[in-house]
Nanobody, 115 residues
Framework: QVRLVESGGGLVQAGGSLRLSCAAS????????IGWYRQAPGKQRELVAV??????TNYADFVKGRFTISRDSAHTLFLQMNSLKPEDTAVYYC??????????WGQGTQVTVSS
């Protein structure tokens, strides 16, 4: 099991920036991929960006060129969000998946982008 704790969400105006962090603990060595998902009210969760244990990244089309996913040696995941749009408003969740396909989720952090 991996424990994931997100932070960094908040209220920002359109065009602004936020940096989300996700602190991972537990069976970190089992993680195959780790990334960010988001969920707006009444909608299903959707992929934002993921990074593999080998450092490869994948981004959803709606954030390409605006968001950057990264991680450090202290097992902290980051999401740098620039040029934010009102449609980016959602709860952002940190997710990890191990080699067996088991997912762990954080509690989420709210990102609200005003017009």
């Amino acid at each position: 099991q991996v424990r994931l704790v997100e932070s960094g969400g908040g209220l920002v105006q359109a065009g602004g920036s936020l940096r989300l962090s996700c602190a991972a603990s537990g069976n970190i060595f089992r993680i195959q991929t780790i990334g960010w998902y988001r969920q707006a009210p009444g909608k299903q969760r959707e992929l934002v960006a993921v990074i593999t244990s080998g450092g490869r990244t994948n981004y959803a089309d709606f954030v390409k060129g605006r968001f950057t996913i990264s991680r450090d040696s202290a097992h902290t995941l980051f999401l740098q969000m620039n040029s934010l749009k009102p449609e980016d408003t959602a709860v952002y969740y940190c997710n990890s998946r191990n080699m067996l396909g088991y997912d762990d989720w954080g509690q989420g952090t709210q990102v609200t982008v005003s017009s």
